[in-house]
């Protein structure tokens, strides 16, 4: 059955709703952090843990959520994704200290995953293939969109209010979602009854909390006998997913045989996860950068950070045109060398540094994203058959947010590897510095290596990217 083209234009409306929401309320929350961890006195790790834990759910229920929506149905998981992301987001803003705000955005996490987890699936399974690039042109203008104005919103409340108005400005539009989606969201088809995956889902949810926990406290608490063995009993039982994944074919939710013999499903997969590994931690450690050494307020930092979001919000739309026409590798792989680039361009930047020089790179990295998104989730979904549709969209997705998650845990284990402790401390938590030259110079050495070790990441990804075929 064709979908009317009143249907498909209520489906890209409500996924799009979605698509801004997410990254809005992840956005809102980078240019505020600084004003937050100050306000609640939170320590660095209570503080990188604000968007890690957000992303750290997503990450590990994308997979989960993906195959349960192939069985049950997309609608049920879309709209009750909702309801959990609205509570999670009030709960935020009347958290009273680090790790209470740090428990309430898992839960904001877990809502959002819920929403995201069949977002793709349901632009895919409604839009033909010839319209499905020009589909996800407009999700990810969504997208860019809700990561363009959080910064701005975030900005302007901290300037003139307090802070936690940034979780309750957005509690309107979670409820508005949920309601469009109960009355419109139409279920394409009842879904099999085959079995849930419940192994291979608690092995994968718990080898990826175990491997960025250990992380993230190991890079600045000190690499002792716990971290370590907390992150590689996390890479052991992430194995052991990918094995079981191998073994129970019927029952999995990562369908290993796509990454074996599926080179587009591969090469898109792996290039999405090294390019938010690559570049994602950029506006966490930008705000901090812009507002502890350079001394600007938290509008100007929006300001810079919004320059990144508002050249993707223009060139997405174009890149999904452009990829059903000539194909996503060269759009992609062309993407991922700007974004090498802009990171390269961040290395000479020092002390003073103005607004312009950040908002220049930032926009050349921001081209080279809208450039890789819509074409790459495009030619992601249309690899796979419609029956694993949720699966796909599950799996891009989790690179995705794994790719966000490795970035802010990896660029905290950089950093903190050439920059004393007691310096990140007073850099996050807004502490007096003894000598400000000197802790400034340290905290840019460590962003400099990270610049580096970035831009050779994204290097890599985009030779993956050109090693796809055309389409």
Known sequence: MNPSKRYLWIVSFITSFAAILTPLDSTIVSVSLPVISKSLNMSYVETIWVPLGYLLALTALLLPLGKLSDIKGRKPLFTNGYLI????TIMSGLSLNGIELDFWRVIQGIGASFILAVGGAIITETYPAN???RAFGIWSFAVYLGTTIGPVIGGLIVSVTTWRYIFFVTVPLSLIG??????????????SNIKMDYVGS??????????????????????NSFSIFISLVGLIIFGLFILYENYYKELSILDVSLLKNNIMFTAGNLAALLNYTGYFYLSFFISFYMQRILNFSPLLTSLALISLSISMVIISPISGWLSDIIG???????GMILIMIGLLLFIPLGTKASVIDISLRMILIGIGMGLFSSPNTSAV?????RDKLGVAS????????LGQSLSLAVASLIVSSFVPHNILSSIFTGLQISSFEISSELFLLGLRRLYLISSIIIGIGAILSALRNKK
């Open 85 to 88: 992301f609205t509570i999670g």
């Open 131 to 133: 319209m499905r690039g």
């Open 178 to 191: 949920y309601i469009l989606s109960i009355i419109y969201l139409k279920e394409p088809k009842i879904r």
């Open 202 to 223: 608690i092995l994968l949810i718990s080898g990826l909390l175990s491997i960025i926990y250990g992380i993230t406290f190991g890079s600045f608490i000190g690499w």
């Open 328 to 334: 996503s590798r060269i759009l992609a792989t062309l």
């Open 381 to 385: 979904m249309g690899s796979v058959s």
């Open 394 to 401: 599950g799996t891009l997705n989790m690179m995705r947010f």
